[in-house]
T-cell receptor, first 108, second 114 residues
Framework: EDQVTQSPEALRLQEGESSSLNCSYT??????LFWYRQDPGKGPEFLFTLYSAGEEKEKERLKATLTKKESFLHITAPKPEDSATYLC?????????FGKGTRLHILP | EPEVTQTPSHQVTQMGQEVILRCVPI?????FYWYRQILGQKVEFLVS????????KSEIFDDQFSVERPDGSNFTLKIRSTKLEDSAMYFC????????????FGPGTRLTVT
């Protein structure tokens, strides 16, 4: 069964304290892995797509990496405005399977 | 910057009633999707739509659900006879094509069934 597991469920960091969020997946025929940011009461906001093991992408303080079984979202020197829920999702055929997300809270 | 829009932002309906949720995808996008998110739970795929037909649907998308692209801009989700457990946030998304798979989400419609 296709599955996406994110850890930790919640993470509190001090401003400037770097860390990583994990997304492990089991899916037959991975077509792509996605990271989204979701603020309360809003729709997911697209961040990155990764297609193959070894691929990395960066955007401001965020960097996403991909292996054959998991992906990491590294956040460097985060700021309070980075507080959000970060969602990982994988593409299988024409549907996307989401993880439960990691709630990230950055303390000033 | 182009964005996906959804109306209404909040819909309250009584159990057994029909509801139609509306979405305007980004204009040059060809693939359209509906997702739902029950409060506190993960985002769940409902259906994908391309070239005026459903390309894939989940187990959640049963006979009570239907989708339509009635004109060149709107994409709708209809729930024929709502149940209490249909209460959720419903998100529409669209993507340029299948190869990129980068889906852009709308702000959602909160459906409350009483």
């Amino acid at each position: 069964e296709d599955q996406v597991t994110q850890s930790p469920e919640a993470l509190r960091l001090q401003e400037g304290e770097s860390s990583s969020l994990n997304c492990s997946y089991t899916v037959s025929g991975l077509r792509g892995l996605f990271w989204y940011r979701q603020d309360p009461g809003k729709g997911p906001e697209f961040l990155f797509t990764l297609y193959s093991a070894g691929e990395e992408k960066e955007k401001e303080r965020l960097k996403a990496t991909l292996t054959k079984k998991e992906s990491f979202l590294h956040i460097t020197a985060p700021k309070p405005e980075d507080s959000a829920t970060y969602l990982c999702a994988v593409q299988a055929d024409d549907k996307i399977i989401f993880g439960k997300g990691t709630r990230l809270h950055i303390l000033p | 910057e182009p964005e996906v829009t959804q109306t209404p932002s909040h819909q309250v309906t009584q159990m057994g009633q029909e509801v139609i949720l509306r979405c305007v995808p980004i204009s040059n996008h060809l693939y359209f999707y509906w997702y739902r998110q029950i409060l506190g739970q993960k985002v769940e795929f409902l259906v994908s739509f391309y070239n005026n037909e459903i390309s894939e649907k989940s187990e959640i998308f049963d006979d009570q659900f239907s989708v339509e692209r009635p004109d060149g801009s709107n994409f709708t989700l209809k729930i024929r006879s709502t149940k209490l457990e249909d209460s959720a946030m419903y998100f529409c998304a669209s993507s340029v094509d299948r190869s990129t798979y980068e889906q852009y989400f709308g702000p959602g419609t909160r459906l409350t069934v009483t």
